[in-house]
């Protein structure tokens, strides 16, 4: 008895009617990816026109017709589009051209710029490797790479056998800086947020390092998705335990942590875990490496940050959070304050 046999490959779709309706919706798909938060919303807003569009054709090949006007159909999608052009926002292809402008231009000899920086705290090396939180080889060319970019979140390249920050010129070219790893740091962070009482308050915490106030996160270990880590860091750093169920994985982004190089960065995966309105707000202490953990009102990012300067002894948003939270809640900044969104 044989197995189920594989499908036979689909003949080629000829030239025709039907092939150019594709090709048009291929064309309506197929735009520049973004390079940034705020230019994706921008994206997206076209892209949402655009299939707008799509569908509108769709409906008058496959409505009542039996005989279709196709070429009309596809002429009027293809007019549709060039309303809509891909425009307005910055790609990912512009982003990387400019950082390796700029990173030519930073170490071309004769400008009458500073030479690139080469650093990477001691800790690294002390601290970092006998606690287990960085690596000991100091040569990045001694890495294999191939298997470290196959794994990564953002697609990095490697340039004479050292990673290249995918995503940012640091001003520190060489070295890591602060981080523990060479290349890329996945790393994975708990946006926890309750209503309560008609407000909605977001999880925060002081982190012990004196960079500010931060949601809860860290490094995923080896094996541990982007919500598994966050759980867990979540659970490290506040004692507050919220089920995988409860939990949303957002898609990655870069963080522009201060502490990051040219050739060391972080990635990371926003978990967003709503636990709804509560009579009360749940209980979270400080842990692990924060000094303290709070519910900070938070009906917008503006509220946050008056709520942690007026509350917290002038209480400042970790600078590698804000372009995170400042998307999060960048619809409820629009709507009045005090309601929950």
């Not at 340039?159 to 640091?170: I, K, L, M, W």
């Not at 880590?229 to 994985?249: I, K, Y």
């Not at 201060?258 to 060391?264: H, N, Q």
Request: with cysteine.
């Amino acid at each position: 008895m044989t197995g189920p046999q594989p499908p036979e490959a689909l003949p080629p779709i000829p030239a025709g009617p039907a092939r150019d309706a594709l090709e048009a919706i291929r064309e309506t798909l197929d735009i520049p990816y973004a390079a940034t938060v705020g230019d994706d919303e921008i994206r997206a807003k076209i892209l949402d026109q655009r299939l707008g569009h799509v569908v509108a054709m769709l409906g008058d090949i496959l409505g009542d017709d039996p005989a279709p006007d196709v070429p009309w159909a596809v002429a009027y999608l293809r007019a549709r589009l060039a309303e809509h052009p891909a425009e307005g926002y910055k790609t990912w292809d512009e982003r990387m051209a400019e950082l390796d402008a700029a990173r030519e231009e930073g170490g071309a000899s004769g400008t009458g710029r500073a030479a690139p920086r080469t650093y990477t705290h001691p800790d690294v090396f002390t601290l970092g490797v006998r606690e287990g939180w960085a690596e000991a080889e100091t040569d990045p060319a001694r890495i294999g790479w191939p298997a470290r970019q196959a794994a990564a979140a953002i697609p990095f390249k490697v340039a004479d056998g050292r990673p290249v920050n995918p995503c940012a010129v640091t001003g520190i070219r060489y070295g890591r800086n602060e981080m523990g790893y060479w290349g890329e740091t996945l790393m994975a962070d708990a946006l926890v947020t309750v209503t309560y009482l008609g407000i909605r308050y977001l999880l925060m915490v002081e982190r012990g390092d004196g960079y500010g106030w931060a949601v809860p996160g860290g490094h995923a270990e080896p094996g541990e998705t982007g919500m598994q880590a966050a759980v867990r860091e979540l659970a490290e750093e506040t004692g507050l335990s919220v089920p995988l169920d409860a939990c949303r994985a957002a898609e990655p982004l870069y963080v522009p942590d201060p502490r990051a190089s040219d050739e060391a960065w972080a990635v990371t995966i926003p978990v967003h875990m709503d636990l709804g309105r509560l009579t009360g707000l749940p209980f979270a202490a400080g842990g692990d490496d924060a000094r303290r953990a709070a519910w900070i009102r938070a009906d917008s990012y503006g509220q946050l940050v008056t709520s942690l300067d007026q509350g917290y002894e002038g209480g400042q948003v970790f600078a590698a959070h804000v372009g995170m939270l400042r998307a999060k809640f960048a619809r409820s900044d629009q709507a009045p304050a005090g309601g929950a969104s």
